[in-house]
Every structure is written in C-alpha cells, then in structure tokens.
C-alpha cells in the first residue's frame, strides 16, 4: 500500500541553525515528491516538487530536498532557519501506479510541526 | 486570478443537520479533491474527481456526498453530521498531466459539529 511517513511530530530548532524534516515514502511506481506548508489558519502552499531528473530540488524560502531511491526517502531541508519557517510540514506522494491505473490522488503523511526558538 | 476559494470558512452545525462546502477553482484544472485535517493524522483524502463528470472515493468517504457541478465547481454535502465530522476541509485542484499532481490548496473550511 502506498504511504508518507514523517517521523518526527514536532521539532524545535533555534532560529539561525540548520533543518531536516524526514520523509519515507512507500509507493508502487516512480513517485512524484511534494512538500507542502501550512501556517497556522493557512490552507497548504507547495515549498518544492521532485519530478524526475535532479535529485536535489530547489524550492521556495530557502528550502531544498534530495530524493533518494535506495532510501525511500525525500528529505527536506534549510540550511538557516528564520522565525518565520515556525509552521507545519506535510510530505506527500503521488503518481502512476505500477497496475496501469492512473491516479491524480496524493498521499499525505502526517506533518511535522517546526518551533522555532529566537 | 483567485486560485480555489471555499466557502463557508467556518461552520457550526448541530447533530443531524446537513450542509454543503463548496469549492471552486479559476486555473482550469482538470482533478479536484475534498480532504479533511484531524490534528496527528495529516490531511486524507475524502473524495476526488479526476476529471469533470466523474468521481471516486477516497480513503475516508462515510458520512459524506460530493458533486463535480462543473469543471470549476466540486462541492461536499455532509446529509447528517456528526460530531466525528469536526475537523478542517481543504479543497484543491490540479492539472492532470501525466500524473503529475502539483495540487493547490483553498484556506479550508473549520467544521465543528456540536
């Protein structure tokens, strides 16, 4: 069955100092790699997409993720976080199926909730 | 260009009543989806519709209804809610293309049933 898993359910990093947020995904085809973000009372904004190509994609406010196929894992990351980056992460995948269904459905793991200490 | 606006934002709804959300999306996207958001449980997928004309259950469709109106419009009909229906809707949408789901997100729909 296909499924994002995110390890850690809430992180603190002091603002100033790097972050990685985990991802594991567990998907039938060659999957399509979101990561979302989603401020308090805010609806989800798209922080990078992995396709195909380049295994470190680039993304909005600084933020960047490196697919790794033999990991099963799309890790994201910043190298300085900013007060502003406190917020909710959500990992998604999505794609082809292997049995010729396709399918526009993502599958979203269950966030990861990033504190940020001045 | 507005993106996908939902409507209501917030809703109080007694035991037994129904209600409709509504959704719609201005970039001619061809897939739109209804989640809702449960704290620890991430967003999962109510019902979705691959394209106008069609749709398809997702991974927690009990209790609720959908309608794709048109291409622009997907709503989410709640017959007669219950109290385990309390969470945050999101509508989104994507361009169909090869599977490459990109979605785009409405600011959600706070539901609490009393």
């Known amino acids: 069955a296909q499924s994002v898993t995110q390890p850690d359910i809430h992180i603190t990093v002091s603002e100033g100092a790097s972050l990685e947020l985990r991802c594991n995904y567990s998907?039938?085809?060659?999957?399509?790699l979101f990561w979302y973000v989603q401020s308090p009372g805010q609806g989800l904004q798209l922080l990078l997409k992995?396709?195909?190509?380049?295994?470190l994609v680039q993304g909005i406010k600084g933020f960047e993720a490196e697919f790794k196929r033999s990991q099963s894992s799309f890790n994201l990351r910043k190298p300085s976080v900013h007060w502003s980056d406190a917020a909710e992460y959500f990992c998604?995948?999505?794609?082809?199926?292997?049995?010729?269904?396709?399918?526009?459905?993502?599958?979203f793991g269950t966030g990861t909730l990033l504190a940020v200490q001045p | 260009n507005a993106g996908v606006t939902q409507t209501p934002k917030f809703q109080v709804l007694k035991t037994g009543q129904s209600m409709t959300l509504q959704c719609a999306q201005d970039?001619?996207?061809?897939?739109m989806y209804w989640y809702r958001q449960d704290p620890g449980m991430g967003l999962r997928l109510i019902y979705y519709?691959?394209?106008?004309?069609?749709?398809d259950k997702g991974e927690v469709p009990n209790g609720y209804n959908v309608s794709r109106l048109n291409k622009r419009e997907f709503s989410l009909r709640l017959e007669s809610a219950a109290p385990s229906q309390t969470s945050v809707y999101f509508c989104?949408?994507?361009?169909?293309?090869?599977?490459?789901?990109?979605?785009?997100f409405g600011q959600g729909t706070r539901l609490t049933v009393v």
């Open positions: 989104a949408s994507s361009d169909r293309d090869r599977g490459k789901t990109e979605a785009f």
């Open positions: 998907y039938g085809a060659t999957p399509y």
């Open positions: 992995y396709f195909s190509g380049d295994t």
């Open positions: 998604a995948v999505g794609g082809f199926l292997n049995y010729g269904g396709a399918t526009n459905k993502l599958i």
């Open positions: 970039m001619n996207h061809n897939s």
């Open positions: 519709s691959a394209s106008e004309g069609t749709t």
